[in-house]
């Protein structure tokens, strides 16, 4: 399958824009999140609050949105930030952490899908239980194979209209009709906290950079994290060293490198 751009175009012309990315993310992941943002390419914004989160929206160039510590202070915000990215025409990101953990999670996930997210990204159990599948999940951790929820993301992604990722092992990108696998990355990477949620953020970064092409932005994304965190483990004695090797993996890596490295295949 050919894709539109390669990652490493995709990469290119998102260092060059230096998009400004707003994330509703969680507490945990704002310091990691940033600093993944920033050894990319691309310019964060923690910006949440209900009283700035719309206008905010409005200015930057993508929103990401993270239900992992979600509070009503917090969803109240992502709702004016949502509204608002769909009304200026701004894409945007969900990760809808273990929403299938309890109903107050479930109804805050309903209620932001309304606004149309251009991408969906979580991991196999949370995009199963999104179509209303029985998935294996346990907390924010996954209990099912990407593979096992690869039939969910394209009926999720054809459902409404948007890219659905699913991230593990190797991933898997679709928009209802076109599907790709991503193999790379490191077994250290889910022993570092909050890493899936700085990848949200920065399939926002991408998405700011192609919104024309949120499909292969997605692939992109997934793409540079996966080489980055292949290039890291190399030297990792651990989870405490991969983080800042990772980093520096991600800032060091050009567009060139990426297409050479990356491995993506038509699913």
């Not at 200015?59 to 109240?76: C, M, R, V």
Request: glycine content about 10%; hydrophobic content about 50%; some cysteine.
């Amino acid at each position: 399958m050919r894709m539109e751009h390669t990652p490493g175009q995709l990469l290119s012309a998102m260092r060059a824009k230096n998009p400004l990315v707003q994330n509703i993310t969680n507490f945990v992941a704002m310091n990691i999140a940033a600093n993944v943002m920033l050894a990319a390419g691309a310019s964060p914004a923690m910006v949440h609050t209900k009283e700035e989160a719309g206008e905010f929206a409005r200015i930057a160039a993508a929103l990401t949105i993270n239900i992992g510590t979600l509070s009503p202070d917090f969803l109240a915000g992502m709702k004016e930030a949502a509204k608002a990215a769909g009304e200026a025409g701004k894409p945007w990101v969900l990760d809808p952490v273990a929403h299938f953990a309890t109903a107050y999670r479930r109804a805050a996930v309903a209620e932001l899908v309304e606004f149309r997210p251009a991408v969906i990204r979580g991991n196999a159990s949370e995009i199963m239980a999104l179509l209303g599948e029985r998935s294996s999940g346990q907390g924010v951790d996954s209990g099912d194979s990407v593979t096992a929820a690869e039939g969910a993301a394209t009926a999720l992604a054809g459902r409404n209209a948007c890219v659905v990722a699913v991230t593990g092992e190797v991933d898997f990108v679709t928009d209802g009709r076109r599907s790709v696998r991503i193999a790379g990355g490191s077994a250290l990477m889910p022993r570092v906290t909050a890493l899936g949620c700085s990848l949200t953020c920065l399939v926002g970064a991408f998405a700011a950079a192609g919104p024309q092409d949120v499909f292969g932005a997605t692939v992109a994304a997934l793409a540079m994290f996966a080489v980055a965190g292949e290039e890291a483990a190399v030297e990792a004695k651990g989870p405490g060293s991969f983080s800042p090797l990772f980093l520096d993996r991600l800032a060091a890596l050009t567009p060139e490198m990426l297409d050479a490295k990356a491995r993506v295949v038509a699913a």
